[in-house]
């Protein structure tokens, strides 16, 4: 029960768990309390435009009843001339914890990159090493000195260098996303990125692979793969010869490692690179088949599903009976999505020995086919996940029924 009393040394030794709180009889609202534990904490209670507040002072230990009390006093007359001191020391701690983090690269290491894995962005290690590697001569930049104009140069540097400039727009969209996050949670007022204009590509660029294209990739797959397998046997004899331990055979795996089931996937189901890495188990049902690219990890962030094709069937069932993956179809870490398949893709472009052909490729080649084989274009947009028949009409010219209707009006 509380009990009243002038808030000094001899009162507070009385002060027991049983009593809570005493309440000062000089300063009103002026009161301390104590926990179950013993530990006192003083206190301001005060009502401001009907709001009832309580306003923490310090803690006994650290400041002495005198303080507390000169404290009070203190507070007791901002708040007559109109403040809300509560709120003012919110917002103290706010803009103290923010100044933390308006470098560049601190903001980034130990703000937003945390923020992303705690919300299950499945590409935050993506996202860090891009702007911590591609922006590396902002680190040491405040966030607020981060100009429009910076950017500009930045980008105009990578373009010499001969960054594509889907690559440049995807790098700029992403510090523009990094910012913008960073004027959520008020670390900055604002920034003024917005005035750097994308670059406007080209989209309508279709690249697919022609018929004997075709057989060169599928051999690649087989030949990197056999290459593979032939050195994991080389390597073994010599580790026998030694008496080292072997590793696991590749001989009654159909796939020596992840880069052919990816590509065959890629080509018979046309998804895009990051959903085929985000793919879990559970989201594949052989039974129907199908595959459900969940909204989180599509780029429309709209779900949908995809029918499998006897090919692609047999690549899951073959991969599943080789993989101890139980979360991802293909891990890189254990537990974790594989990221990065460039150095394995490379290999398989060469052997091929393909011109101006790259990973994404793979999708317009499944859509071209489609279309080549007069599916119609609502399908194909429905299977490529579209959001609109916009970016499906730059396979258009590809249906022959298209191209003999076009003849027959003459």
Known sequence: MAITGKI??????????????????????????ISSSGAINY????????????????????????????????????????????????????????EKFTRFATYVENKYHPWLVTNNTRTANQIKNVLLKNFASFADKQLVDISAWDVEKWRSERKKQGASMATINYNVNTLKGALSRAVDWGIIESHELSKVKAYKLDNSRVRYLNDDEEVLLLGALRQRDKTIKAKRNSGNAFREQRGYELLPSLDNCRFADHIEPIVLIAMNTGMRRGEILGLKWTDIDLNIPSLTIRGEAAKSGKTRHIPLNPTVQQVIQDWRKQTTSKLYVFEGEEGKALTDIKKGWAKVVELAELEDFNFHDLRHHFASKLVMKSVDLNTVRELLGHAD?????????????????AVNLL
């Not at 000094?8 to 005493?22: E, Q, W």
């Not at 009390?69 to 403040?83: F, N, P, T």
């Open 8 to 33: 000094g040394t001899s009162t507070l030794k009385a002060l027991s768990p049983a009593d809570k709180r005493i309440n000062d009889t000089e300063i009103k609202g002026f009161h301390a309390r």
């Open 43 to 98: 206190y301001l209670y005060y009502r401001i435009n009907g709001k009832q507040v309580n306003y923490l002072l310090g803690k006994a230990g650290h400041i002495s009843p005198v303080q507390a009390r000169d404290l009070a006093k203190q507070k007791v007359g901002e708040v007559s001339a109109g403040r809300d001191v509560q709120l003012e020391k919110q917002a103290l701690k706010r803009k103290i914890a923010a």
């Open 389 to 405: 028949m916009n970016m499906t009409l730059r396979y258009a010219h590809l249906a022959p029924e298209h191209k003999a209707a």
